[in-house]
C-alpha cells in the first residue's frame, strides 16, 4: 500500500485541479496533496493512494472527480473577513450604492463564497444598515467546491467557526442553537443568499447587471493568465458605478486595467475605468 504518491501521478494530480478549477499546485505541495487525498482515499475505500490516481484516470467516476477537486481547494474563511473593507462597505460603498440605484435594486455576487460566512456578513450587514429597507436584493453566492456549496446552504456552523469574527450581538440576533456545540442562521438571512455551485473561471456569472461583486482570497490560487480572465468576465458584468471587492493581499494592478482603484478609509475597492482610461491592452504578469 502506498502513502505517497509517485511522480507521474504527483504530476497528473496538479495539472488535474489546473484544468479543472485553474488552481495552481506545484509538485513541492506534495505533502499538502496527500494529506488532502487521504481524506478522498478513505471515503472511497481506496487506501492506496496510487491506485486512487489510477482510478481517477480510467474510470471517468464523476463523483470521484468532484471530490478531488473539492479536497483541492483551499476554504479558509471568516465572519467579516478583514475589519477595514467591511467598514468601508458600511460607511461607504453601501451607501454610495443606495445613492445611485433609484430602482432599488441590489445584485451582488460572491463569487468563491467558500462556507458562505463571507455573503452571509454581507446580509447582515444590509440588514443591520438599513439602508435598503423594501429593496429587492439578491445575493449570489457561488463556489467550485460541492460539499462547502452544500454547508454554506443550510448555514450550519460550529461554536469553533461561529468563534472566528462574529460579533456576539450578531449571534444573538441572527442565530438559533442547534443541538450540541451547532448555530443556524436566521431564515430571513439565508433567504437574501442563493447559492449554487459554479467555476469561476469557464462559467458564467451569474447575473448581467452586478451592483457589486467580492472576489476575495481566490485569484492567489491563479496564474496570470487565469486572473486576467476572471477579471475581465467580472469588468463584462459589473455595472459602471459598481464595485469589486479583492482579498487584502489581492490588486488588479499589472493583471488589466479595466478597473481604476478607489479607496476609503484605507481600504481599496476597484470600480470599472472610464473608456478613454483604456490605453492600451493589459500585459501579463
Ligand atoms: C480561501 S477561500 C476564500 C473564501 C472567501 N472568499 C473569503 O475571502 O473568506 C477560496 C475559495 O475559492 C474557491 N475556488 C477555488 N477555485 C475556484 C474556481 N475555479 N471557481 C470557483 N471557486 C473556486 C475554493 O473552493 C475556496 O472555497
Known amino acids: ?22 488552481i495552481v499546485l506545484t509538485q513541492e505541495k506534495s505533502y499538502l496533496i496527500e494529506t488532502r487525498l487521504r481524506e478522498v482515499a478513505r471515503i472511497v475505500g481506496e487506501p492506496d493512494l496510487n491506485q486512487l490516481i489510477e482510478r481517477l484516470k480510467t474510470t471517468g467516476d464523476v463523483q470521484l472527480k468532484t471530490l478531488v477537486v473539492d479536497a483541492l481547494t483551499t476554504n479558509e474563511t471568516m465572519w ?9 462597505l458600511k460607511n461607504h460603498v453601501l ?47 457561488t463556489d467550485i467546491a460541492n460539499k462547502v456549496i452544500q454547508k454554506a446552504g443550510d448555514g450550519i456552523y460550529t461554536q469553533f467557526e461561529i468563534s ?17 456545540d451547532q448555530w443556524q442562521i436566521s431564515r430571513s438571512i439565508r433567504n437574501m443568499v442563493r447559492f449554487q455551485r459554479h467555476n469561476i473561471l469557464t462559467d458564467l456569472p451569474p447575473h448581467r447587471h452586478l451592483d457589486l ?15 486576467q480572465q476572471i477579471l475581465k468576465k ?15 493581499s489581492e490588486s488588479t494592478l499589472g493583471i488589466t486595467d479595466q478597473f481604476e482603484h478607489v479607496q476609503f478609509d484605507g481600504a481599496i475597492f476597484f470600480q ?9 491592452p493589459a500585459l501579463a504578469v
Not at 467579516?80 to 468601508?88: K, T
Not at 451582488?108 to 429597507?133: R, V
Open 1 to 22: 500500500m502506498s502513502t505517497s504518491l509517485y511522480n507521474d501521478h504527483l504530476e497528473y494530480i496538479t495539472k488535474f485541479i489546473y484544468k479543472h478549477a485553474g
Open 164 to 180: 472566528r469574527g462574529l460579533p456576539a450581538k450578531y449571534l444573538v440576533k441572527y442565530f438559533q442553537q442547534l443541538d450540541g
Open 272 to 280: 470599472p475605468a472610464p473608456a478613454e482610461q483604456l490605453v492600451k
Open 234 to 248: 467580472i469588468h463584462k458584468v459589473l455595472n459602471p458605478e459598481g464595485f469589486l471587492m479583492l482579498g487584502s
Open 80 to 88: 467579516f473577513r478583514d475589519r477595514r473593507p467591511f467598514e468601508a
Open 95 to 141: 451607501p454610495a450604492l443606495q445613492k445611485a440605484k433609484p430602482d432599488r435594486t441590489l445584485r451582488i455576487w460572491s463569487a468563491a463564497c467558500s462556507t458562505g460566512q463571507e455573503p452571509y456578513s454581507l446580509a447582515i450587514m444590509l440588514e443591520e444598515l438599513g439602508l435598503f429597507k423594501h429593496w429587492d436584493i439578491t445575493i449570489y453566492a
Open 213 to 227: 461583486v467580492l472576489c476575495r482570497n481566490v485569484l492567489i490560487y491563479f496564474d496570470a493568465p487565469s486572473k
